[in-house]
């Protein structure tokens, strides 16, 4: 069965440094999530992203930030100068139709990024 | 932010079903249900959807009422794999809001 995929599964970085969080997404699907989970707290959205553009994004989803689809196969999140508050789990989602609410996501397993 | 209200936790016993309410009271004719687990810390995993019929598939049943205003979703036979957080999502759209679920303990 098809699934979404994250890279690296853990990420350990210092204050101030940029990260690029990896995804790839289910193969035929065409739209792509970015989601954070910080420990202990709800899964919060961050951005989606269509047809090589932002599609929606949060509040939390500012100038720090940054998503890339490089290539046909990966889906980037960007991190530019990584803060103490941004430790949490990033999962990557996927889904391919874009009937907007009738369309089903799929998660992948997520990177946990720790900021020291 | 999601507009359900589930909840914190219950208790099921290995075997049994298990029935997770949601309340959505203010959920508007194009909006869907949608149900989510996550099992410690992995990605949430998709387990159901629906706009008004019940629906069922190889993992769950999805009842909702006809005032669309709650539903249920039903574990026939609950697993002890079953232990999770389980989120009840209404989507307008295309992102989705998190609230804090239930947290669902099968018991052997």
């Known amino acids: 069965e098809p699934e979404v995929t994250q890279t690296p599964s853990h990420q350990v970085t210092q204050m101030g440094q940029e990260v690029i969080l990896r995804c790839v997404p289910i193969?035929?699907?065409?739209?792509f999530y970015w989601y954070r989970q910080i420990l202990g707290q709800k899964v919060e959205f961050l951005v989606s992203f269509y047809n090589n553009e932002i599609s929606e994004k949060s509040e939390i989803f500012d100038d720090q930030f940054s998503v890339e689809r490089p290539d046909g196969s990966n889906f980037t999140l960007k991190i530019r100068s990584t803060k103490l508050e941004d430790s949490a789990m990033y999962f990557c989602?996927?889904?391919?139709?874009?009937?907007?609410?009738?369309?089903?996501?799929?998660f992948g397993p997520g990177t946990r990024l720790t900021v020291l | 932010d999601a507009k359900t209200t589930q909840p914190p936790s219950m208790d099921c016993a290995e075997g049994r079903a298990a029935n997770l309410p949601c309340n959505h009271s203010t959920i508007s004719g194009n909006e869907y249900v949608y149900w989510y687990r996550q099992i410690h810390s992995q990605g949430p995993q998709y387990i159901i959807h629906g706009l008004k019929n019940n629906e069922t598939n190889e993992m769950a049943s999805l009842i909702i009422t006809e005032d669309r205003k709650s539903s249920t979703l039903i574990l026939p036979h609950a697993t002890l794999r079953d232990t999770a957080v389980y989120y009840c999502i209404v989507r307008p759209n295309n992102d989705m809001r998190f609230g804090a679920g239930t947290r669902l303990t099968v018991k052997p």
């Open positions: 989602a996927s889904s391919d139709a874009g009937k907007g609410a009738a369309d089903t996501q799929y």
């Open positions: 193969s035929n699907h065409l739209y």
